[in-house]
């Protein structure tokens, strides 16, 4: 499968568009990523440049061939990074100056808690906004966002 990331703006209504529109193919990347990494590592995988996080009791984290899939999967769904960590799975989506946007996903149950950086799209995936060098984490328009949902963040 092929998810092209169009370029131009971003807001959580944008986010949200283009989740609901590929969140199958967002699901199964994680899923495979998951597939991958579960009990193994942490991994985080950026466009440009690339580098593992071996577990302390897993050394030998990711082979070459487990690595190269990864990377494989975020190049053919065109986000800026992945990252993931005991069943959560974070994906670049789209990068606005110094900032970046980007979707935090709960695998197999796993609750995404809200902060001020994320708007909470349901219990298992989030939109996440990160400044950069400077500026402020607080996702932009993120209190309109909610309340154009009936909902009210703790941040």
């Known amino acids: 499968f092929w998810i092209l990331i169009p370029s131009g703006d971003c807001d959580p209504y944008i986010q949200e568009e283009y989740y609901e529109s590929h969140k199958d193919e967002i699901w199964e990347t994680a899923h495979q990523i998951d597939k991958i990494c579960k009990d193994k590592c942490q991994v985080h995988i950026s466009e440009g440049k690339s580098y593992t996080e071996f577990s302390k ?66 219990d298992s995936v989030a939109f996440v906004y990160e400044a950069g060098a400077i500026g402020s984490n607080c996702y932009p328009g993120k209190e309109e966002y909610l309340k154009s949902k009936g909902r009210t963040s703790e941040y």
């Open 57 to 122: 009791y897993h050394p030998d984290c990711l082979s070459l061939s487990e690595f190269d899939q990864i990377k494989k999967l975020i190049d053919d769904a065109d986000f800026e990074f992945v990252s993931y960590s005991d069943s959560i799975c974070e994906f670049g989506f789209r990068r606005m100056g110094l900032g970046l946007y980007s979707y935090t996903l709960g695998l197999h149950g796993k609750k995404i808690e809200d902060e001020y950086s994320r708007i909470i799209y349901n």
